[in-house]
């Protein structure tokens, strides 16, 4: 044991190991959530997909992988070169950086901050500069476009995730994420997009309510990493590629994964504030089947779920996004903080009655 | 080196970064650059609030600041077609302003610092043990300081529709969706089925 700073260099080490481990983890599932994404998505549109590289294609986003690392970095001439390079690299570490605080099972949290949520919030908010920076110093005009319109798009949707958060902070009583997912423990009736306790008649009130709110999350998790209906800001019938059309090679794959790890943590999020993180839907078989089988089996549905809509939806029109937005989700989710909060002031929090002692 | 070094380390790297960074705002060239050295400054004093343990002010400073303000300011910087070269030839001539507004504000935080040397945790009140950032800010702002939390929120709201009236502009000849009148209309007010004799048409 070598001292440095104070402190026992094995930890020091323990803690690089596991983080490289997280990363490659999240990595590699990733490549396969990719290959999941157009394996759906071509089954929509009655198509076979990939199927060449590896046995069923399954080796395919690892051959894509190499294909973009391989080749030449363009970076054009008029762009501004320092932010031109710094974008991506952006987009990629707050994209990482976010997943610190996602519980994938008990204990197996990278860092148990007690203001998970707002870390969350924080951190995910830088990623609009990743887009913004890199439209403004491709300097061009499409991938200009793309960035006010991703940023105007981010912003707003921000707004309402934020208020839609807030309903789940008020049935817990705390910030810390892990402390969200213990809440919803017993069953899928306690899970707050469900809420379907019969046994206290009264709490029935927040079903509709919280399961309005799992669908508003679903949405705006949607608008705001930039998915389809609300890809706008790389509409390619618009705008070719949006603000990524400069970018090539590793730049752009940098871009792509972080924009796919986006979407696998807001499929976490809602697995974690609305479908009970990793207690499984019924008491049963708890003891054989791991915790991480039922946060992972919860995220990739979610992500099943946005690779349907992608495949299913139409476009939205840019008025019509904001719209949605600032006229629909916004004044709806603030009436339901009104009624939850009105709920947890007369009734008290409604996981309280089972765990005492807890919040 | 020992572990007690480590805040104070950080403290000086995190103070001359933000001190740095806000030299380069006003220094550089390009305002799209300033923006981002203005959000590193941001950053760095996130860090100074964590090294205070005020982990909430820190988050929420990224939040609003970072994640909200500066990002419309690099949206309003990216779409002015200001010529900034001739904003420039102005420096000189606002230093003085400057000076003197710089010179206040020093003025200002030595008083508050011998303040606190002379009569220790004056003005600052401290989280007692055991309340998190969250719950110490909620207890001061929701009871002490209630009245003044909900004015301000008023005069926020005053701002915010004093802003939009500002600017909304009724122009004629602009069509709009009206969503509602969209989704009320039904089978039979938007179709009309005619049965056309053979060789007549429709209109006589």
């Known amino acids: 044991m070598i001292e440095l700073f104070g402190m026992e260099w094995p930890w020091l080490v323990w803690k690089l190991v596991q983080i490289i481990l997280f990363v490659v983890v999240l990595l590699v599932g990733l490549a396969f959530l990719l290959l999941m994404d157009r394996k759906v998505w071509a089954a929509v549109q009655l198509r076979r997909g990939p199927n060449v590289v590896g046995p069923f294609g399954l080796l395919q986003s690892f051959a894509d992988f190499l294909k973009f690392v391989f080749k030449e970095i363009i970076i054009p001439a008029g762009s ?49 500069y990743g887009i913004i920076i890199g439209g403004w110093a491709s300097n061009s005009k499409y991938p200009f476009l793309g960035a006010l319109r991703s940023t105007a798009q981010m912003i707003s949707y921000e707004v309402s995730i934020g208020f839609i958060l807030i309903t789940v902070l008020l049935l817990v009583g705390s910030l810390n994420l892990t402390d969200i997912v213990n809440a919803q423990a017993g069953g899928f009736w306690n899970w707050h997009a469900f809420m379907l306790d019969f046994s206290d008649p009264k709490s029935l009130i927040l079903f509709p309510v919280m399961f309005y709110m799992f669908v508003l999350f679903f949405i705006s998790a949607l608008a705001e990493t930039n998915r389809p209906p609300f890809d706008l800001p790389e509409a390619e019938s618009e705008l070719v590629a949006g603000y990524q059309v400069e970018y090539s090679s590793t730049p752009y794959l940098l871009f792509m994964i972080g924009e796919y790890l986006n979407i696998v943590l807001m499929c976490a999020m809602l697995t974690v504030m609305f479908l009970g993180g990793w207690h499984a839907p019924l008491d049963i078989g708890g003891g054989f089947i791991p915790p991480i089988f039922w946060f992972v089996g919860k995220v990739v549905f979610m992500f099943f779920l946005f690779a349907m809509v992608k495949a299913i939806v139409p476009r939205y ?43 | 080196m020992s572990v007690e070094m480590l805040p104070g380390l950080a403290f ?191 209109g006589s």
């Open chain 1, 80 to 128: 501004d070169k320092i932010l031109f390079v710094l974008a991506p690299i952006i987009t990629l570490v707050t994209a990482f950086g976010v997943w610190a605080v996602i519980p994938a099972a008990p204990g197996w949290v990278m860092s148990n901050l007690n203001l998970g949520v707002l870390y969350i919030l924080a951190i995910s908010s830088l990623g609009v």
């Open chain 1, 317 to 359: 029109r840019y008025d019509q996004l904001m719209r949605l937005g600032w006229k629909v989700f916004l004044p709806t989710s603030l009436v339901a903080i009104v009624i939850v909060s009105t709920y947890v002031m007369m009734f008290g929090r409604p996981y309280m009655s089972m765990t005492v002692g807890v919040g």
């Open chain 2, 12 to 202: 000086y790297i995190l103070s001359a970064t933000a001190v740095g960074m806000a030299f380069m705002v006003i220094a550089s060239r390009n305002p799209v650059h300033s923006v981002v050295f203005l959000i590193g400054t941001f950053f760095a004093s996130a860090g100074l609030f964590v090294l205070l343990g005020a982990e909430f002010l820190a988050l929420l400073l990224i939040m609003v600041y970072v994640g909200a303000v500066a990002v419309l300011f690099m949206f309003v910087v990216m779409m002015l077609d200001v010529d900034f070269v001739e904003m420039k030839q102005g420096f000189l001539q606002y230093l003085p302003i400057g000076g003197v507004v710089a010179c206040i504000l020093l003025a200002e935080m030595i008083l508050l610092g011998a303040a606190s040397l002379v009569n220790p945790g004056a003005g600052v009140k401290f989280a007692e043990d055991g309340t998190s950032n969250i719950e110490a800010i909620g207890n001061v702002l929701y009871t002490e300081y209630a009245f003044f939390f909900e004015a301000v929120g008023l005069i926020l709201l005053l701002a915010m529709v004093g802003a939009i009236v500002l600017t909304l502009r009724k122009r004629d000849g602009v069509k709009t969706q009206n969503i509602s009148e969209q989704i009320a209309r039904t089978r039979e007010g938007g179709v009309e089925l005619v049965d056309i004799k053979p060789g007549e048409g429709i």
